[in-house]
């Protein structure tokens, strides 16, 4: 098992950054596959940014291209979503997600991963 515990989430305005970061525990991210999800208010849950176990590929959603930068760092166990443009379309609960049985980043946005975190507050005002 691993358990993940996302940080970084607040109020920015559009057009400014956010920086999220998912710790995990229990397990180095070297075994796994990782992502992010998010969910707005009165939409579903929708699939990120993904990033493979070893880090040499990652894979966006379209919305987030050129504008969201997912990144591991192995020595810290971590996870970061850098995030730059922000939109207010951006806003939602972002969640960290890690699966140990896919060998794709793009995989994981057509599955939905073994292990969540408890989710993170984006606001973005205009």
């Known amino acids: 098992q691993v358990q993940l515990v996302e940080s970084g989430g607040g109020l920015v305005q559009a057009g400014g950054s956010l920086r999220l970061s998912c710790a995990a525990s229990?397990?180095?991210?070297?075994?796994?596959?990782m992502g992010w999800f998010r969910q707005g208010p009165g939409k579903n849950r929708e699939f990120v940014a993904a990033i493979s176990r070893s880090g040499s590929s990652t894979y966006y959603r379209d919305s987030v291209k050129g504008r969201f930068t997912i990144s591991k760092i192995n020595a810290a166990n971590t996870v970061v979503l850098q995030m730059n443009r922000l939109k207010s379309e951006d806003a939602a609960v972002y969640y960290c997600?890690?699966?140990?049985?896919?060998?794709?980043?793009?995989?994981?946005?057509?599955?939905?991963?073994?292990?969540w975190g408890q989710g993170t507050q984006v606001t973005v005002s205009s």
């Open positions: 229990g397990r180095p991210l070297s075994m796994f596959t």
């Open positions: 997600a890690a699966d140990p049985l896919l060998t794709t980043a793009q995989g994981m946005s057509s599955l939905s991963p073994t292990y």
